[in-house]
T-cell receptor, first 115, second 115 residues
Framework: DADVTQTPRNRITKTGKRIMLECSQT?????MYWYRQDPGLGLRLIYY???????NKGEISDGYSVSRQAQAKFSLSLESAIPNQTALYFC??????????????FGEGSWLTVV | AQSVAQPEDQVNVAEGNPLTVKCTYS??????LFWYVQYPNRGLQFLLK??????LVKGSYGFEAEFNKSQTSFHLKKPSALVSDSALYFC?????????????FGQGTELSVKP
């Protein structure tokens, strides 16, 4: 089983609909992240969370919201989906530890298409 | 601001030949550099990282990367390419100073290994 699990893996939704992407991890990490991947742009950070009570915006948070339901669960919502939110979304986790060397581990991604 | 650049959108190599995927970085302070690989429908997998110490870092699947401070580069290498190495490769730098220690990604390099 994957250490970082995302559901759904693929979803097609209509413009204006609310959609939630869920993420759970078994690595016991404190930090969780949501990234978005667009062709030619690499990955960009949407939101991140240090723990259940500490949630922060990333560089492209507009149009998104998140919820950290437990240490192991971090969900991403699009309240009113629009076509330019069509992308591959990744959840990721990292141990807090010390220093910047802690590896960030990614899930397998959720393809979201907004029509 | 921290940044990484992957100057080649695509690299083509014959199976059995050595491969290099290039990455240059711009950071203030000590760089924490990572390589990830994305196989089709497989998510983003960690390959290797440079934190400190030996400039030659060994990682998964026979890959290694050479950290060169004077040239601000962190090129990914493999002595003998396999067809199964064909994938999208991302270089990243971890920016611990902002946004939860987020990874800043290059735009990715598509590696194609032909038989």
């Amino acid at each position: 089983d994957a250490d970082v699990t995302q559901t759904p893996r693929n979803r097609i939704t209509k413009t204006g609909k609310r959609i939630m992407l869920e993420c759970s991890q078994t690595k016991g990490h404190d930090r969780m992240y949501w990234y978005r991947q667009d062709p030619g742009l690499g990955l960009r950070l949407i939101y991140y969370s240090f723990d259940v009570k500490d949630i922060n915006k990333g560089e492209i948070s507009d149009g998104y919201s998140v919820s950290r339901q437990a240490q192991a669960k971090f969900s991403l919502s699009l309240e009113s989906a629009i076509p330019n939110q069509t992308a591959l979304y990744f959840c990721a986790t990292s141990d807090t530890g010390t220093g910047s060397g802690n590896t960030i581990y990614f899930g397998e991604g959720s393809w979201l298409t907004v029509v | 601001a921290q940044s990484v650049a992957q100057p080649e959108d695509q690299v083509n190599v014959a199976e059995g030949n050595p491969l290099t995927v290039k990455c240059t970085y711009s950071v203030s302070g000590n760089p924490y550099l990572f390589w990830y690989v994305q196989y089709p429908n497989r998510g983003l997998q960690f390959l290797l990282k440079y934190i400190t110490g030996d400039n030659l870092v060994k990682g998964s699947y026979g890959f290694e990367a050479e950290f060169n401070k004077s040239q601000t580069s962190f090129h990914l290498k493999k002595p003998s390419a396999l067809v199964s190495d064909s994938a999208l490769y991302f270089c990243a730098v971890r920016d611990y100073g902002i946004q939860g220690g987020k990874l800043i990604f290059g735009q990715g390099t598509e590696l194609s290994v032909k038989p």
